[in-house]
């Protein structure tokens, strides 16, 4: 009798619940991701991020992946975060009602949810801000500021390092060192919030390719930088080395939506009246970050400038805080755009560094645009990870994509990146090593030699670290001599 109470039990466990529309609270959260590993133990993975909220609420996460918990070439990563203002809730319910729709497809043999799981490794993270949650939740829901902040009372979205700043100032010195800049970061302007810290110790330690933050208050793909070049508070275009990729992306989760792109859609409400308010859709539904409004501290900018990941913003409402009536009307206008937007981990190019002695990690990739008659250098190497795999986000065109590290001779292949991606072109590197003691000028024998594709234009840029090691040597050379 007891094993048959037990089977009975797995059973239940087992069989999928309707998944259920509603405000659900931070005691509710875990049990509902708890269902869903449940019902889909095989592909799914529960976890907290390294420390909780301020009031000691863990941060959830649920992963879905063919083989959860580790991370695989060739496979890219990518995660979906919600509820950073803890009054802009909308985000939280859609990645709950994300994560039962991944697994119940799964089950169901839908075979693009089965290809776009079995392909990428996808983190959920519903409630990054908790207490900021229970707090507009406590309150009623329907104050523009009340629980946007944690709980010591801080905009998480402007508690990250400003990198932005030391981007530009590497621009104005004419230096391209805009990549992983977190080890340039000499000082805080403020002190890191728990739930920073926690984030920020994921996406270092995890090898993100794609991300998108959810917001609420409008309706519009934000995308980098969203800190202006000259201080400016609104109104200036700051464009990233990826602008045109950024765009894609942004694009992708507008077209996708039911209406986010429309030019014909009523506007947000902010301090206007509804009908004369800007409706985003007359853009695309699309808007730079900083062209938009300037902020510091940004959680999207951040996660460029210190990591390979490209993310963008996503406001997706007028409302912060809608009724828990409108929440299956609204995952139903964002489904396709969510499901769209993971597809585009999958374009550009992709591959695995190695040499004679195996995986190389910590490899540079640098790539030039060669799509028309003017080849143009795109400022923003992204580097290869502890199995030497690499993920390069790019528009369809004609790209030169070249390998660099220490210790070998760089390698440079061309290619052609189509339209309509589902997988990336795959494009491994296999560096030859310096054979035996080499000098100074041996070793940076490719120093001040152009690319083919760059001879007659421009010539490629090197990193800082190049030049330093250039001088150094040079220095220590002159001393021997003098002795």
Known sequence: MALYSFVCFSLLLTVSAEFQWKHHNNEELPLVLQEVHNN???????????????CNVPLYVIEFAQVPGFHRPYIPEAKYIGNIHGNEVLGRELLLGLAHYLCDQYRKNDPEIKALITNTRIHLLPSMNPDGWQLATDTGGKDYLIGRTNNHEV???RNFPDLDAITFDFERQGLSHNNHLLKDLTQLSAPLEPETRAVMRWIMSTPFVLSAAIHGGDLVANYPYDESKTGASAAEYSASPDDETFRELAMTYALAHADMASPTRRGCHTTSSDDVSYNFG??????????WYSLKGGMQDFNYL?????????ELGCEKYPSAELLETEWNRNREALLEYLWKAHIGVKGVVSDSKGFIPNAIISVVNCTGSVTKPIRHDVTTGPYGDYYRLLTPGQYEITATHTGH???????????????AIILD???EEFQGKTNWLQDLSSFGVYSPSLRNSQPRIYKRSLYEKVAETMLENREIVKQ
């Open 155 to 157: 905009d998480l979205n």
């Open 40 to 54: 889909c133990p095989n592909i799914t993975r529960i976890y907290a991020l390294s420390e909780p909220s301020v």
């Open 282 to 291: 007359k853009q695309g539904g699309v808007t730079n970050g900083a062209a």
């Open 409 to 423: 001779f760089q390698a440079s292949r061309m290619v052609s990146v189509p339209k309509n991606q589902k997988s």
């Open 306 to 314: 210190a990591t390979n990941a490209f993310e963008i913003t996503l």
């Open 429 to 431: 590197f296999r560096l």
